[in-house]
């Protein structure tokens, strides 16, 4: 994507001024959409499986989940983070990077 800078690894305390300066910001569910939602800065979030945006999402942040799986529960999967997937992770497969980048346009 153009004028896109990946900014993984920086320190914490950087972090809020990082993402309050930005144009928006495309995460992981975690501290940084919390970190997006407390400053005011337009955020995609990646939610995959894991959990489902009902629980903690917020209600102006573009939230990307899988849809309903008949291998996860109706709030999200079951297994604790450090098993591996038996179903081969098919909560990840439609959240493509040409469906985070569309995303990312419409709010552009």
């Known amino acids: ?3 896109v800078e990946d900014r993984r690894g920086r320190p914490v305390g950087e972090l809020q ?5 930005s144009s928006l910001v495309v995460c992981l569910v975690g ?7 407390a400053v005011g800065t ?3 979030v ?6 489902h945006p009902a629980i903690d999402g917020y209600p102006d942040q573009v ?11 109706r709030w999200g999967c079951h297994l604790a983070p450090d098993l591996v997937c038996p179903h081969g ?3 990840m497969d439609g ?3 040409e469906l985070v980048a569309g995303e990312v346009f419409d709010l552009l």
Do not use: K, N, Q, W
């Open 95 to 97: 959240l493509t990077p």
């Open 17 to 21: 001024t990082l993402v309050a300066e």
């Open 42 to 44: 337009p955020a995609v």
């Open 46 to 51: 990646i939610y995959g499986g894991r959990e």
């Open 63 to 73: 939230h990307l989940a899988s849809g309903a799986l008949d291998c996860r529960g």
């Open 1 to 3: 994507l153009p004028r």
């Open 89 to 91: 992770m098919r909560c």
């Open 31 to 37: 501290f940084v959409m919390h970190l997006a939602a």
